[in-house]
């Protein structure tokens, strides 16, 4: 599905009804840092480019929509039952919280893509069972563990009572089987290379002779690779590794080493070895330091980023960041020729993000900076949420009652009603909207079908 958002948009605002305005499958893949429920409030310090900047990352119930429970408890009940396995209702807010913007992630997501959640030990034991009960716990591809500093671990200047703790976990999960990987390689350090290569030819170059010049016998009788080369043969029917003409090129470029008697060893160069593949621990890369640091709390480095979006993105693939604070994911995404989305609560973030990539990747970049509701383009040519068929339907399906009340009323005297607002990203979808009374309507408004019941339980 094509996206509706022009590549290259900073949204501002909350990104949930925001990513309700985006197509279904248009997004290759999501990178977020949300809040981790730290009980904590960041700003960032006063006279940093970022200054200004803050977000809350304490909650209660108070910062929960209703609507959104009223969402999971409804369509989703083993995400709902994850929700309330939560401890405290702190806990659970920050849950409901997430787990409605999840839910969008997914849907947004196309079937080749990958998302990447950035959370610490506060919630992600909690947060992972959350993406389970989403993504499915198939779906589940990796834990990334990244040292964020070595050596120096984050905490007070006083005795510390406990280890430091100096790792965030990345939660990667694809949206199914098919999703797109591309490897990536990390150069070795100097001693690993001293071990892995420990001869050094006439040139200074580094080599070593582990990769075996005959195949072993137990791989069987390959006569295509049997020949005799210089007075030489395996004895065993398995034959050389490569064909003969690869063995005359590889030995007048200098990678072979004759022995009287023996078998000849194959040379494998250290400068043009590939790199050691990554796993899951990434102890190599450090927190945000000297120009890249812009004062935002919570700065991710923009290694750690490129990382991922080149792990899972080729260029001109769309890369969204939820939570895109400082943009250090958006301007990640332009150094290598991705499309970016970025959403942010605060203004603030937006002026930065605009401010970051002219001056990290041009005055010139078209920026487009939204602080509107997008539309979905992906419904098709469904009919508006008022249209008779729409109504017809919805009366048939509640059996002719009021959603609100349960009251029962001939279909002229039932109006259709947007369960999700339409102000907060609700669509026409047959699946937003419902039958309700004049009296119904009139309470619930804009608000969530939770305070609508509410308020009846109340009168
Ligand atoms: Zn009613």
Known sequence: MATNINPKTIFTGDNLPIMRGINSKSVDLIYLDPPFNSNTNYAAPIGSKAAGAEFKDTW????????????????YPVLNRVIHAAMTNS???????????????????????????????TMSHYLKLVMDSIFGKDMFRNEIVWQRSSGRAKGSQHKSKTLGRDTD?????????????????????????????????????????????????????????????KGVVNPHPSGWRVKKEKLIEMDKAGYIIWREGKRPLRKAYADEYEGKPVGSLWTDI????????????TQKPLALLH??????????????????????????????????????????????????????????????????????????????????????????????????????????????????????????????LQLLCSNCNRIKGDRGQEYLLSRLNKD
């Open 91 to 121: 806990d659970k807010s920050y849950l409901i919280y997430m787990a409605a913007r999840l839910l969008e992630m997914h849907r947004i997501l196309k079937d080749t893509g990958s998302i990447y959640l950035h959370c610490d030990a």
């Open 286 to 297: 450090s927190i945000a330091a000297g120009k890249e640091r812009t004062g935002y709390p």
């Open 169 to 229: 976990s990345i939660f990667h999960y694809s949206k199914s089987n098919d999703f797109l990987h591309n490897s990536v390689n990390i150069p070795l350090t100097e001693s690993e290379i001293s071990l892995k290569f420990p001869k050094t030819d006439e040139n200074g170059r580094r080599y070593n002779t582990n990769t075996p010049i005959f195949c072993q016998p137990s791989m069987g009788s390959r006569p295509n690779l049997c020949y005799e080369y």
């Open 60 to 75: 209660t119930l108070d910062d929960i929509d209703n609507a959104w429970l009223d969402l999971i408890e409804t369509k």
């Open 307 to 432: 990382r991922i979006i080149k792990a899972s993105s080729n260029e001109g693939y769309v890369v969204l960041d939820p939570f895109c604070g400082c943009a250090t994911t958006l301007v990640a995404a332009g150094r290598l020729q991705r499309d970016w989305i970025g959403i942010d609560i605060s203004a603030k973030a937006a002026e930065l993000v605009v401010e970051r990539i002219k001056a990290d990747q041009g005055l010139f970049q078209k920026i487009v900076a939204r602080t509107d509701i997008p539309k979905r383009t992906d419904l098709g040519d469904i009919p508006r949420y008022n249209a008779p068929e729409n109504k017809t339907r919805l009366y048939g399906e509640q059996s002719g009652n009021c959603n609100g009340c349960g009251t029962h009323f001939q279909q002229q005297h039932l109006e259709v009603d947007h369960i999700i607002a339409e102000n907060v990203g609700g669509t026409d979808h047959i699946e937003n």
